[in-house]
Structure formats: C-alpha cells, structure tokens
C-alpha cells in the first residue's frame, strides 16, 4: 500500500519570504501522480499543483514550485512571496497510475501560518 | 461551471442513530469519490464510482456505510448506525477522467458530529 508522510506538522513564514514543505512518499509502482493541495477554513480541497512522475521537469505554477526527486520518493513544495492568503493546511497526495482505481493518497498535512 | 454541491454543511446526531449525505458533481463529471476526514488528519477514501458502478470500496466500513450513485450523477453515502468514531468531516469530489489526468474538484464536505 501506498503512503504518504508529512512530517512538519505546522510552519510559520513571514508575509514576502519563501517557505517550502516537506513530503516523503512510498510506491512500488513507477507510473503515478503527485499533488499538493490546500484547504483552507472553508473545508474546500483546492489543488495548488500536480506532478507526473514521468516528467523530470518540476512542476511551476506561478509562485508555486516544487522539488520532486524520484529516487529519493520526495516532493517538496517551496512558495514564494508568500501572501496572507496562503496561510491554510497543505496536503501531499499521491494517484497510482495505469488500470484500476486511482482514489488520492493523502498526508497528514501542514499548517501554514503567515505573519504579517 | 458550478462546483461540486454537498448537503447538509452540518449535521449532529446521536450514536446509533442514521444519517445521509447527499452529493452532486460537476455536470459530466463521470468519476465521483467520497472521501472521510477526521480532524487532524488527511482525508481518506472511502469510496470511488465511474458512472454509476464501483472501482474501489476497499476502505469502505460494509456493516455500517453505504453509498449509491443512481443513474452516474447524484451519490448518497449513508451511516447505520452511527458510532462516535464517525465524527469527521466528508468530503465528496468529482473529476472528468478516471487515472489522475484530470484534476478533482472537492466540495466544502459535510460535517458530521456523533454525540
């Protein structure tokens, strides 16, 4: 079975800096997906970006990026300019690929603070 | 497009007793998924549909839930009776395609508190 661990429960960033959060999976399948998302107060699962671990390019999306190493079944998401609206949990997740079901993997999760 | 609806938003009730949440996807959405997600912790599914059949119901507790998605749109996911380790929150989601290439759209979840 699939597992995905996060291992900063809260991280706390000045509004501006960078911040990046940790995540360790584990698969013996070479085709699958990774995700973080956010969820903030509202409960709403909102996806921030998406990995496919066939692609050695690393994910981007605006001042989100992230750090996937497969061999080392990391994947890291760094933000940058963070902003008061990011504050919110974060959370890792992992798809197989190929046939059959495909339902999320999910991490603990981290709780982002932004200070002001 | 509209999103993905879920009700009731909340919802308390006794142990023992039953209860039903209700889901509807994004219009076309074929795949729909119900996930539970105690407080602290990640969600965790429950339950997939492609259109109206079951892909995966491995983590799916069988003598207490039930889900049905009648005619591939609308799903129920159902608790009888209910325990004190049900409260949590329920996330139902949709996406497109089944395999990861289309992204899941979440609803804002049910929560559910078992006194």
């Known amino acids: 079975a699939q597992t995905v661990t996060q291992s900063q429960p809260e991280m706390s960033v000045q509004e501006a800096e960078t911040v990046t959060l940790s995540c360790t999976y584990d698969t013996s399948e070479s085709d699958y997906y990774l995700f973080w998302y956010k969820q903030p107060p509202s409960r709403q699962m909102i996806l921030v970006i998406r990995q496919e671990a066939y692609k050695q390019q690393n994910a981007t999306e605006n001042r989100f990026s992230v750090n996937f190493q497969k061999a080392a079944k990391s994947f890291s998401l760094k933000i940058s300019d963070s902003q008061l609206g990011d504050a919110a949990m974060y959370f890792c997740a992992y798809s197989p690929g190929g046939g059959g079901a495909d339902g999320l993997t999910f991490g603990k999760g981290t709780h982002l603070i932004i200070q002001p | 497009e509209a999103g993905v609806a879920q009700s009731p938003r909340y919802k308390i009730i006794e142990k023992r007793q039953s209860v039903a949440f209700w889901c509807n996807p994004i219009?076309?959405?074929?795949?729909l998924y119900w996930y539970q997600q105690i407080l602290g912790q990640g969600p965790k599914l429950l339950i997939q549909f492609q259109n109206n059949g079951v892909v995966d119901d491995s983590q799916l507790p069988k003598d207490r839930f039930s889900a049905e998605r009648l005619k591939g749109v609308d799903s129920t996911l159902k608790i009888q009776p209910a325990k004190l380790e049900d409260s949590a929150v329920y996330l139902c989601?949709?996406?497109?395609?089944?395999?990861?290439?289309?992204?899941?759209?979440f609803g804002n979840g049910t929560r559910l508190t078992v006194t």
């Open positions: 989601a949709s996406s497109l395609v089944i395999r990861g290439r289309s992204p899941l759209h």
């Open positions: 219009s076309g959405h074929a795949t």
